[in-house]
């Protein structure tokens, strides 16, 4: 099985795609020990799937400080559908990576990702005053821009250094720390089918409604009624319906759950369209849960998986006729 992500190599999406163990892949991909392509933007590495150029994909969707990935997110809601099998946080900290013996006096332009540049603007400001900054497809694109003496520095992976024969002029480097990245690995539906449940999941569904007042509210409501932890919404533009969106939701909980597969069957006949994005483990970061919980104790009564799956198999019961 071959896994497309953001390339060159020294990324952070490959980094965070290293972090999963063989059991992890097995049980997201079924295989234990799959080969890897880089490859040059989030674009082209969903596109390989879609075209079958490769059997899944790791991107990045969303960052701490900066937001939603714009590339990602319009790359899942794309057709074909594709599904989110796995998540992965990563932890952000950026070295400012040079071709060996340059000092900082010598810099003069500065390359990175967009949301490497956003992590990193008040430092840039304030150690390379008047370098000039360019974008860059990704962060090892930008060290690999360095090497071939295209640009002075890039801020990217400390890890991109050896990729690129490229030395630290600083390391520990970001705005405000603590940053976290989420990846995302996508594979098209189909066998070997949806992760198993674990009792720790997430949802992605994304929307779009007609425009009207309240329409989103409704959305919401179907979503909140059946106690379900929204624990992400984020619009981007329907690119051909100017002035229509794609509401980005995330949620606590598994397709198979009855509470989740009960919203997202109201929101199917409530929804212009509804993409179900995936349901997988919720990752964790340092052995703990790496977002906010849901306030305990504030959850409508009768809203617990297990009342929920009672009532479910109760109107079963009534259903097949042994139940009353
Ligand atoms: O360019 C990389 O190294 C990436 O993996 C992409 C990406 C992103 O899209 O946010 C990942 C982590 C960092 O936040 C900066 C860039």
Request: aromatic share 4%; with cysteine.
């Amino acid at each position: 099985m071959r896994v497309a992500f953001l390339g060159p190599h020294g990324t952070f999406c490959e980094q965070a795609l290293r972090t999963l163990t063989p059991a992890d892949l097995d049980a997201a991909l079924g295989d234990a020990e799959p080969s890897e392509h880089p490859l040059s933007s989030t674009t082209a590495v969903l596109d390989a799937v879609r075209r079958g150029d490769a059997d899944a994909a790791c991107v990045p969707v969303e960052n701490s400080v900066e937001g939603g990935v714009p590339a990602t997110m319009d790359g899942l809601v794309e057709q074909p559908p594709l599904v989110i099998v796995r998540e992965i946080l990563l932890r952000v900290e950026f070295a400012v990576l040079v071709r060996p013996g340059t000092t900082a006096a010598d810099v003069t332009s500065v390359a990175s990702h967009p949301h490497g540049e956003a992590q990193t603007r008040r430092w840039i400001a304030e150690h390379l005053p008047g370098a000039e900054v360019r974008l860059t497809g990704s962060t090892a694109a930008a060290a690999a821009q360095v090497a071939a003496g295209e640009v002075d520095a890039a801020v990217c992976a400390p890890v991109a250094a050896a990729h690129h024969g490229l030395e630290a002029l600083a390391t520990g480097v970001h705005d405000s720390g603590d940053a976290v990245t989420r990846f995302v690995l996508v594979r098209p539906p189909g066998p070997p089918g949806l992760p198993t449940p674990t009792g720790d999941d997430r949802t992605s569904i994304a929307a779009t409604t007609v425009n009207r007042p309240g329409a989103l509210l409704a959305v919401l409501t179907e979503i909140a009624m059946r106690g379900v932890d929204l624990t992400r919404i984020e619009s981007r533009p329907l690119q051909d319906r100017r002035g229509d969106y794609w509401f980005f939701l995330d949620g606590s909980g598994h397709v198979a759950d009855p509470a989740m597969g009960e919203a997202l069957a109201a929101l199917r006949r409530r929804c212009t369209d509804v993409r179900f994005l995936g349901s997988y483990p919720r990752a964790r970061l340092d052995g703990r849960r790496g977002d906010a919980v849901a306030v305990p104790g504030e959850q409508e009564p009768g809203q617990t998986l297990k009342d929920h799956t009672e009532a479910a198999a109760w109107v079963a019961a009534l259903r097949d006729g042994t139940g009353a």
